[in-house]
């Protein structure tokens, strides 16, 4: 699987949180650094409570089961605990094992990935040779708890922010102005490779997104696509962009063969050798107009095409007027749902949204963007996704 991490044992965490308690334990009784706990005795000693007292993998057990807005309250209890869930090697185990369940993830919440690939500690090493300034030094140039924080998705809609009673008058006010429909350009190879056509679902699936209609007006002579109904208040109109006919997209994907890409011209590549690609001037025409994006990106287990399709993004969005402006939404789609049994492991069918984020390259650009994962059979994901590509386009949704 593209960008997949090296797992971090839980031996080795135990380890990091048993060396913290013992210098701070080192009798598993008293205290040796009193700023640490929150009990005295009758003596002026300080000493620790019950939860204090467990064994160390017991304490990462109940860790590794609590929320992190609980492991978060955990550590406002004592100073002992606030010290013991900021342990950087805790919450690194956190970011590898559940990176790959989050559905979503977007410009603002994005970890940095980069941070995982820096060596915080050899596994064969010994944690009670490290010295204590090496770990203070670590601590402070790695923060995996806020990074863990900023993205994970329980987190993010727990802690955004209430909406002022000004802005819901607001928004009552502007749904009685008539609004433009906006219109987005879908494009992808997740659109022609699946075995479920993500497209066709959608034409026929008036529980999730009711066909409002298909214009008749023009844009640009490419066509206008479809017009959706978002809540059953909000029109937008999604033009699909195809790489080639009906004909050549199905007999390449039921070959499993690569097909020429009408889309794009190549243009050369550039220093690194990575392929320059320019959209054809009927795409550049659809891009100019359009207020954003939909990438259907095939997140099927070993489909990918690398350099080229992160070529192929930026050069659609880069023949765009303001494209820095435009939103870009990307569905992470795979045909079918996960059966029961694997979708409870850490080893999903997918290429988890994260790190599709990175195939892409979505970080360097300048546009905002995100990832969804989406199943084409069941449509579960696409609804999220088009509320945050509507929000982005100025849309006034009830309840964000």
Same mark, same amino acid.
């Given at each position: ?74 550590? +406002? ?87 002022? +009673? ?18 987005? +350009? ?137 494209? +820095? ?76």
């Amino acid at each position: 699987m593209a960008g997949k991490k090296e797992q971090l044992s839980e031996s080795v965490v135990i380890r990091s949180l048993r060396r913290f308690r013992d210098r701070y334990f080192p009798n598993s009784g008293s205290v040796v650094k009193g700023d640490l706990t929150s009990l005295e005795d009758s003596g002026g000693e300080l000493q620790p409570g019950i939860l204090d007292s467990l064994p160390v993998d017991i304490q990462f057990l109940i860790m590794a089961f609590l929320s992190p807005a609980d492991i978060c309250c955990l550590g +406002a209890t004592s100073r002992y605990w606030r010290a013991m869930v900021r342990d950087p090697l805790l919450w690194r185990y956190f970011l590898l094992r559940d990176m790959p369940s989050w559905p979503s993830i977007d410009h603002v919440s994005m970890p940095q990935l980069e941070l995982l690939d820096l060596p915080l500690i050899n596994e064969d090493e010994s944690l009670d040779d490290r010295e204590e300034g090496e770990d203070k030094g670590m601590e402070s140039r790695v923060d995996y708890m806020s990074e863990y924080l900023k993205g994970c998705p329980s987190c993010r809609q727990q802690w955004l922010p209430s909406r002022p +009673a000004y802005e819901v008058v607001t928004s009552f006010l502007q749904s009685l102005v008539p609004s433009s429909e906006p219109r987005y +350009a879908m494009f992808g190879p997740g659109m022609e490779q699946l075995d479920v056509s993500l497209v066709t679902r959608l034409m026929y699936a008036p529980d999730v997104l009711p066909v409002s209609g298909t214009p008749h007006r023009q844009i640009n002579g490419i066509g206008s696509g479809i017009s959706y109904m978002f809540n059953n208040q909000h029109k937008f109109n999604i033009l699909t962009l195809y790489s080639t006919n009906r004909a050549e997209r199905e007999r390449a994907r039921v070959q499993q063969e690569s097909i020429s890409n009408k889309l794009y011209t190549i243009e050369g590549t550039d220093e690194s050798g990575s392929p320059i690609y320019s959209p054809a001037p009927q795409v550049q025409q659809v891009c100019q107009v359009v207020d954003g994006f939909i990438y259907v990106a095939n997140a099927e287990p070993g489909r990918g095409e690398g350099e080229s399709e992160v070529a192929q993004v930026r050069a659609v969005l880069s023949s765009a007027g303001c494209s +820095a402006s435009k939103p870009l939404l990307v569905l992470s789609c795979v045909s079918r749902e996960e059966p029961e049994e694997v979708s409870g492991n850490t080893a999903r069918c997918r290429t988890p949204c994260v790190y599709m984020a990175k195939r892409l390259g979505l970080s360097k650009l300048p546009n905002p963007w995100m990832v969804q994962d989406t199943v084409a059979e069941s449509l579960s994901g696409l609804l999220d996704g088009i509320s945050w590509l509507l929000r982005c386009s100025g849309v006034k949704l009830h309840g964000s």
